[in-house]
T-cell receptor, first 113, second 114 residues
Framework: SQTIHQWPATLVQPVGSPLSLECTVE??????LYWYRQAAGRGLQLLFY??????ISSEVPQNLSASRPQDRQFILSSKKLLLSDSGFYLC????????????FGQGTRLTVV | SQQGEEDPQALSIQEGENATMNCSYK?????LQWYRQNSGRGLVHLIL?????REKHSGRLRVTLDTSKKSSSLLITASRAADTASYFC??????????????FGKGTKLSVIP
C-alpha cells in the first residue's frame, strides 16, 4: 500500500529564516506530487506540482520554491520567510494504481514570528 | 481561484441524523472528489466520482453528481460524533495542463452533536 510522510508537523520560524519542508511517498513510482497551502477557514491553494524528477510547475508567484531531487521526494523551501508565509502546508500525491485519486499528508503548521 | 463552492458553510446536526452538503463548480470537470479534514490534520480521501457517473456509495456516504447543473452532493447517513470535521469538494478539469490539479472549495464545517 502507498503512504505519504510529511514533516515536521509543526514549525515556528523567525522572519527572515530559511525553510525546508519534506515530503516522501512510499509504495508507488513516478507519482505526481503537489504542495498546497491552506489559510485559516479556507480551502486549499495549489502552490507547486511536479510530474517527474526535476520538473516543477509553480501556480502562484511567491516567496517559496519547490524541488524534486528524487522520484518520491518533494521539498518546499524558502530562503527568507515572511510573516505572510504562515499557514498549513499539505503535500499530496497522485498516480500509479490509484489513478486520479489524490492523497494528502498530515500537513505542517508553519508559524512565522 | 476557487472552483468548488460548498454549501452550507457550516452545519450542525444531532447524532443519528443525516447530513447533506452541496458543492457547485464552474467549468467542465473530469472528476470530483470529496475529502474530510479533522481540525489541524491532513485531508482524508472519501470518494471520487467521475464525470460520466451520477451516483456512488461508500459505506454511509452517498455522492451524487449532476454535470448539467455543475453540482454535487455528499450525504452522510446516520451521522456520528466522529463525523465532526470539515468536508471539501475538489475538482479536476476535463483536459489540459490543469487536469493534473485539484481545485478546492472552502469547505463545509460539520458538527455532529452527541
Amino acid at each position: 500500500s502507498q503512504t505519504i510522510h510529511q514533516w515536521p508537523a509543526t514549525l515556528v520560524q523567525p522572519v527572515g529564516s530559511p525553510l525546508s519542508l519534506e515530503c516522501t511517498v512510499e509504495g508507488t513510482s513516478n507519482p505526481n506530487l503537489y504542495w498546497y497551502r491552506q489559510a485559516a477557514g479556507r480551502g486549499l491553494q495549489l502552490l507547486f506540482y511536479s510530474v517527474g524528477i526535476g520538473q516543477i510547475s509553480s501556480e502562484v508567484p511567491q516567496n517559496l520554491s519547490a524541488s524534486r531531487p528524487q522520484d518520491r521526494q518533494f521539498i518546499l523551501s524558502s530562503k527568507k520567510l515572511l510573516l505572510s508565509d504562515s499557514g498549513f502546508y499539505l503535500c499530496a500525491w497522485r498516480g500509479g494504481s490509484q489513478g486520479v485519486k489524490t492523497f494528502f499528508g498530515q500537513g505542517t503548521r508553519l508559524t512565522v514570528v | 481561484s476557487q472552483q468548488g463552492e460548498e454549501d452550507p458553510q457550516a452545519l450542525s446536526i444531532q447524532e443519528g441524523e443525516n447530513a447533506t452538503m452541496n458543492c457547485s463548480y464552474k467549468t467542465s470537470i473530469n472528476n470530483l472528489q470529496w475529502y474530510r479534514q479533522n481540525s489541524g490534520r491532513g485531508l482524508v480521501h472519501l470518494i471520487l466520482i467521475r464525470s460520466n457517473e451520477r451516483e456512488k456509495h461508500s459505506g454511509r456516504l452517498r455522492v451524487t453528481l449532476d454535470t448539467s447543473k455543475k453540482s454535487s452532493s455528499l450525504l452522510i447517513t446516520a451521522s456520528r460524533a466522529a463525523d465532526t470535521a470539515s468536508y471539501f469538494c475538489a475538482t479536476s478539469p476535463y483536459s489540459g495542463a490543469g487536469s493534473y490539479q485539484l481545485t478546492f472549495g472552502k469547505g463545509t464545517k460539520l458538527s455532529v452533536i452527541p
